[in-house]
């Protein structure tokens, strides 16, 4: 490394490239090679230690907090130290994610990642409720939940700006698809979650909101309808009853859909991870984390929106009903997870970057390695095992 420039030699795996002897060089925050060492320019530094991997920044489209802090808590400093976190550990662009509040809460808390997004340290939000269904509201608070409420999105939106994302919504309420075709008008992705329709009502959600964010238009990257995390918090499929989970498995297997799996081992078996990946193929897939405050840190007693957490072993459930209440793991570790369950390792980096980039319009900047994209490096050891973390081409540690 000279002055602004690094140069870093490994393996590369991208949902581009498999390359075993690589370089990625990057200069004033912008790579500037990523190829083969053979064709490297410039003086090549030293062989890699043995087994060292170069992948891109990962993309979390779905992370309620970390470190101690909860997006949803309105804390700026809080909200802060948990994004800087998740860049060190890997994840060097995300969304943070709002859990069901009162509206005036999500209003306000809109407004405070707007200005965080504004210094660059997320790539925006995505809603989590009010608009879900009762029956499978999971880890939101029961008593906060909503029919779509033109005013209050309206309110919301206003709020949040252009810095709204993603909203999740339960598709068989009142005015839900029309809310979805609305989002989608706007290129906000709408997302099949927290829901409890039959297969005919999840199917025609996904296939409005997909219309309208084709009506949108989307110059980088292609944006679709998402489901959020596929299985958790809807009903199970069942062979006379198949629900929405069908439906959005045949929308991501013709690549109209994309698939949210936090594939942490806790929220799905390994073997259903290893499946939907068969069924559907990695770029329709968005690995995500559904991280909590809890994440980075020990067990114990923590908070989701406005519900008590408890932490132990690792498994965050609510205190009142013991339902699963977000995750402890970072993309990398669900990435580790992905291979653990049989998934190819480019595979999962694929849905853990290109993928997630690509839905937020992202994809000429993060997700993958090429000349001219943000520097954003994640350095593997053995086992993949991280060694380091290069966001914006600079080196990045947890915050204190």
Not at 52 to 66: E, F, K, M
Not at 129 to 134: A, K, M
Not at 194 to 209: K, P, Q, Y
Not at 361 to 381: I, K, P, T, W
């Amino acid at each position: 490394m000279m002055g602004d420039d690094i140069v870093l030699r490994g393996r590369i795996v991208t949902a581009s490239l498999d390359i075993a002897d690589g370089v990625v060089a990057a200069d004033g925050g912008l790579v500037t090679f990523a190829g083969p060492a053979q064709d490297f320019p410039g003086e090549l530094p030293p062989d890699a230690p043995a087994g060292q991997v170069l992948v891109p920044g990962l993309v979390d489209i779905h992370c309620h907090g970390a470190y101690g802090s909860d997006f949803s808590e309105g804390d700026p400093d809080g909200a802060e130290r948990a994004a800087r976190y998740l860049h060190s550990r890997g994840t060097t662009t995300l969304l943070a994610s709002l859990v069901t509040g009162e509206p005036e809460d999500l209003v306000r808390n809109l407004g405070m990642l707007r200005e965080l997004a504004g210094h660059g340290l997320i790539a925006g939000s995505h809603l989590e409720g009010p608009f879900l269904s009762g029956q499978q509201c999971g880890a939101h608070d029961p008593g906060l939940l909503l029919e779509p409420d033109p005013v209050l999105v309206d309110r919301m939106l206003a709020a949040a700006g252009p810095t709204l994302a993603s909203m999740t919504l339960a598709a068989e309420l009142p005015g839900a698809a029309e809310l979805a075709g609305r989002l989608g008008a706007r290129g906000i992705i709408p997302s099949l979650g927290h829901t409890a329709a039959d297969h005919a009502t999840a199917e025609g959600f996904l296939a409005c909101a997909a219309a309208a964010l084709d009506s949108a238009g989307n110059p980088i990257g292609r944006k679709r309808p998402t489901v959020t995390h596929l299985f958790n918090a809807m009903p199970p499929l069942h062979h006379r009853s198949p629900g929405p989970i069908s439906a959005s498995l045949s929308a991501a297997r013709a690549g109209k859909a994309v698939v949210e799996l936090i594939a942490d081992g806790v929220h799905l078996a390994p073997e259903t991870v290893k499946l939907v990946f068969d069924l559907v193929g990695p770029r329709n897939i968005a690995l995500v984390t559904d991280s909590m405050a809890a994440t980075g840190l020990a067990d114990g007693q923590y908070r989701l929106g406005s519900l008590s957490v408890t932490v132990a072993g690792g498994v965050a459930r609510v205190d009142a009903t013991g339902a699963i209440a977000g995750g402890t793991s970072t993309l990398l570790d669900v990435v580790r997870s992905c291979v653990a369950a049989g998934v190819p390792f480019r595979d999962a980096v694929t849905s853990a970057s290109a993928v997630p980039a690509s839905l937020l319009g992202l994809s000429s900047h993060v997700g993958d390695l090429r000349a001219g994209m943000q520097a954003d490096v994640v350095v593997l050891g053995q086992d993949l095992n991280l060694t380091a973390v290069l966001r914006r081409g600079e080196w990045v540690s947890a915050p204190s």
